[in-house]
């Protein structure tokens, strides 16, 4: 009865909610139109008890998760009895209903900051900021209340279906929220951006003040497509960490203009240039945002993350279409108000510099929409279907990252207007020796294998063997991203000195207390060059894992040694293990130095499967074992192998729906800085099959040289990023005196 | 493919090679047989788009299984790939073959990267040979200013900005 009522409530409220939402458009537009103060104030209202119907809708939702409530379809679809906590929760986001009410909610909520803090202020541009967040909530409050309703229920069930076991994972339930924090946080830029072009009002305000929520939505976007990297790597098994799946893809595109936006709108900021440019950007992030959901859920292009081809494809396709065309038209009509400043002075410029690095950005993303797309391309041009694997990605986006890495580099030193010969000598010529030295150094080191594939990638481009040619320059990434990082590294640690030696003189300040100041008077400025290091570190540890990886696959028995590169692993030997809602054997293998023997570390790996409790027998029994006890007595050892026997009968005669496998791969990381050679590699151990009885398992062993690098690069990133959106005082001056001279144009309109 | 590697002298690794030498080189050559053909099939579990080698799943171990045997019976690489091809489509190489139409794919990016460079150096450099608005010529006299001009006065605070 209770539960009827949360459902109901849940039910009316999406309903509610888009009522609400619709009149906040209405509001909003007829308060646009007439200069009402009332109407934009009702519309903001309405916002906010949207915004509240959402989170009760949720909260519902929510809430027929942790009562095992499997009448409701979603539930019985995502969640199960044994479905630990935190999983229950996290199973809100596991489907597609859940998905789209958790980014309705994330955008509702930014809605109210936004009318929040917006109350005083940009009070020309809120009109009709809040009808293009309005209109989008409402775009996702019709998916919920007519396509995808997450409160049908059907008949009681005693059971649910579960999560995918591959998403129980901690990093998984960061993963999508994080992302949807960036997909919708770029609706608010966005939002001005068309409201200060509808306005003819295309200054620097509109950008200025949403600033902060370009950061911020970029900020948790690449935090999200890093977390999902880093669960890719510990829960897949393959070894790697980016597989550029349409999704991934997808997220990456929006990350990759949304860095362009960000560093273009500095253009405008002091020149009053690229005003073009920028609305376009901000226009491809949101429209790019969108363009993920489409992409996967209409099905043309098929994903492993596409929870099923579904109804909302269609809707999405149209929304997309809307925005972006939408938006295309009003920008052109507008390019009278979006006339440049000022011009270039130099071809050798910081703005130049910057052009180049929004055509790397764009281009990169582009070549990724191309790839990602091509089999639809393929298939209409030619009636053949090809699939898009990594290699492809992986090659032709090389000559793109390469460029990207050395313009990090440029564009923060070269001079603002025009580069004179001292100032390029100045910034680049001890940076520049550094990278030729380290190129040089590592092509010296393996002379013989480089001057093989020179000779192998002049013999490819004479024959026109495209395939080839790529190949053999993949070979060179890594000494060139060495070099070319190493570049980076010495100019930000350039900027750093030349700030901190100004202070020391100036202020008679120690190093230290300079260091600490320069950053915290310049947070904008120094926390951009912290993440261009933690870029540097990201590009180290994707070249050198992807380039020096070793793999071994090799069957042992307990107690057998492997040797792989310099490390010999034992496998000591292996629990049969029946926990929460898998059963299946856990092996530990040490791990130790292969010259001196020194013991390392230990590694735990398993492979699991989970039993589908749909069939009762299996329920039963899988149950019956839980209750055992601990793992180690002999008979709970014979429980577990039981259920071995059970699966593989029950699997004869209903094939493989009966269990669902995944693996708990296990890592040896290096973290010390003392073992040099070894630092940040990781030994990674995945099992491909254990035998129950006697323990004999096939192991996939990678050593991953530098990959920690990535993680490491990560936080790194996280850092400057935090450090470049703290409040600043510099920054505030500027914007207040920014929206001191707007409020006064306002007045005088 | 010759491929660069990590030189750190370890005892390890040259009791490996050493091993390694006293294979047999036919099956030496199986195995990059088999690494060819397993690099560039598809694992058709419908998963990431991974090969046969990298994939993780259930199914791509029974695949490394079928090309396996295939190499036993003789098969080269290319024949297997060729023969999976036959069966199966060109969907499942993991990468289009970089002719006809696909070399669109291979080589649009890298074009276009080529042709904005190009177009946006001439650009720039266009820009930078017209100068944008009625910029005085140097020693002579400056434009009568407009004080009420919007657009002038946020120029101004912008440079002013620069400036601080």
């Keep these: ?749 | 493919m010759p491929s660069p590697s990590r030189s750190r002298g370890r005892p390890a690794a040259l009791v490996l090679a050493a091993l390694l030498l006293v294979v047999p080189a036919a099956a030496a050559d199986d195995a990059a047989e088999y690494d060819l053909a397993a690099r560039t099939i598809l694992c058709d579990c419908g998963c990431h788009p991974q090969s046969v080698h990298d994939c993780a799943c259930a199914r791509a171990a029974e695949m490394r299984d079928e090309i396996r045997a295939r190499i036993e019976q003789g098969q080269s690489g290319e024949q297997v790939i060729a023969s999976y091809v036959a069966e199966h489509g060109e969907a499942i190489r993991i990468t289009p073959v970089a002719r006809g139409f696909n070399l669109v794919a291979w080589l649009g990016p890298l074009a276009g990267l080529l042709a904005a460079a190009g177009a946006l150096v001439l650009v720039v450099r266009r820009w930078v040979r017209t100068p944008h608005g009625a910029r005085p010529a140097a020693g002579g006299p400056a434009p009568p200013l407009a004080p009420d001009d919007g657009a002038y006065r946020e120029r101004l605070r912008r440079e002013v900005e620069e400036l601080r």
């Design chain 1, 1 to 749: 009865m209770l539960r009827d009522l949360t459902n109901a409530i849940g039910h009316w409220a999406l309903f509610l909610g888009l009522l609400g939402a619709a009149w906040s458009v209405v509001a909003a537009l007829l308060g646009a139109r007439i200069h009402g103060r009332g109407l934009q104030r009702s519309a903001e209202r309405a916002v906010l008890a949207t915004s509240g119907l959402i989170a009760v809708a949720t909260g519902c939702l929510v809430a027929g998760f942790l009562a095992d409530d499997f009448r409701l379809d979603y539930v019985y679809h995502y969640s199960s009895t044994s479905q630990p906590l935190p999983y229950k929760i996290g199973a809100l986001w596991g489907g597609q209903a859940g998905s789209l009410l958790l980014w309705v909610l994330i955008l509702s909520v930014m809605a109210c900051v936004m009318v929040g803090t917006n109350q005083r202020k940009n009070r020309a541009l809120m009109p009709w900021a809040t009808a293009v967040v309005g209109a989008t909530i409402t775009f996702f409050l019709v998916l919920l209340n007519f396509i995808e309703p997450p409160f049908l229920t059907s008949v009681a069930r005693p059971d649910g279906v579960g999560l995918n076991p591959q998403l129980k994972n901690y990093w998984m339930m960061i993963h999508p929220p994080c992302l949807y924090l960036g997909y919708v946080g770029f609706t608010i830029p966005f939002a001005f951006g068309i409201s200060a072009l509808v306005t003819r009002r295309t200054g620097d305000i509109w950008f200025r003040t949403t600033r902060r929520w370009t950061v911020f939505a970029w900020f948790f976007l690449g935090t999200g497509v890093l977390l999902g990297a880093y669960w890719a790597y510990i829960e897949l098994g393959w070894g790697g960490y980016w597989a550029w799946d349409p999704v991934e893809n997808a997220s990456l595109m929006p990350w990759l203009t949304g860095t362009a936006f960000l560093h273009s709108v500095m253009i405008q900021e002091r020149k009053g240039m690229l005003k073009v440019w920028n609305a376009l950007l901000v226009i491809l992030t949101f429209s790019l945002s969108i363009f993920g959901t489409f992409l996967t859920r209409s099905g043309i292009i098929s994903s492993v993350h596409s929870f099923a081809t579904s109804d909302i494809g269609p809707a999405f396709g149209v929304f997309l279409a809307l925005v972006f065309f939408g938006s295309l038209v009003l920008l052109v009509s507008r390019l009278d108000n979006l006339r440049s400043e000022h011009r270039l002075e130099s071809v050798l410029s910081r703005e130049s510099s910057f052009l180049f690095n929004n055509l790397i950005l764009v281009g990169m993303a582009a070549t990724v929409l191309l790839l990602t797309t091509f089999p639809m391309f393929s298939e209409l041009a030619t009636g053949r279907k090809v699939t898009m694997g990594p290699p492809i990605f992986n090659l032709v986006n090389i000559p793109w990252a390469l460029l990207l890495l050395a313009l990090v580099g440029i564009g923060p030193l070269i001079a603002w207007r025009k580069a004179s010969r001292e100032n390029l000598l100045r910034s680049f010529v001890a940076p520049g020796l550094v990278a030729v030295w380290v190129l040089l150094l590592l092509l010296i080191l393996d002379a013989r294998a480089y001057l093989a594939s020179a000779g192998a990638l002049l013999g490819a481009l004479a024959r026109l063997d495209v395939y080839t040619a790529f190949q053999q320059f993949k070979t060179f990434y890594p000494a060139i991203t060495f070099a070319l990082g190493a570049f980076v590294l010495a100019t930000v640690a350039i900027e750093f000195w030349r700030g901190v030696r100004v202070r020391v003189a100036n202020y008679s300040e120690s190093v230290m207390l300079a260091l600490g100041r320069l950053v915290w008077r310049n947070k904008r400025r120094y926390g951009g060059y912290i993440v261009h290091v933690g870029v540097v570190l990201v590009f180290f540890g994707v070249a050198a894992s992807g380039a020096y990886q070793i793999e071994a696959v090799r069957e042992l028995a307990p107690g057998e040694p492997l040797i792989v590169d310099d490390y010999l692993l034992r496998y000591d030997g292996y629990r049969l293990v029946a926990e929460d809602d898998y059963f299946g054997a856990e092996a530990t293998l040490s791990v130790h130095d292969g010259a001196s023997g020194e013991r390392l570390g230990t590694v735990l790996t398993e492979q699991r499967y989970h039993p589908n409790l749909m069939f009762p027998e299996l329920r039963e029994t899988f149950q019956h074992v839980k209750a055992l006890g601990e793992a180690g007595s002999p008979q709970y050892a014979e429980g577990v192998a039981g259920l071995y026997r059970l699966v593989t009968l029950l699997e004869r005669q209903a094939g493989r729906e009966v269990k669902t496998p995944s693996t708990e791969v296990g890592i040896h990381s290096s973290l010390s800085p003392l073992a040099a050679s070894r630092f940040a590699e990781d030994v990674y151990v995945m099992p491909l099959a254990i035998d129950p009885a006697t323990g004999r398992a096939n192991f996939r062993v990678f050593v991953n040289p530098m990959v920690n690098f990535l993680w490491l690069g990560g936080l790194v990133f996280v850092l400057g990023a935090h450090l470049a959106v703290l409040p600043d005082a510099r920054e505030r001056r500027r914007l207040d005196a920014a929206m001191a001279l707007e409020e006064r144009s306002v007045a005088v309109a």
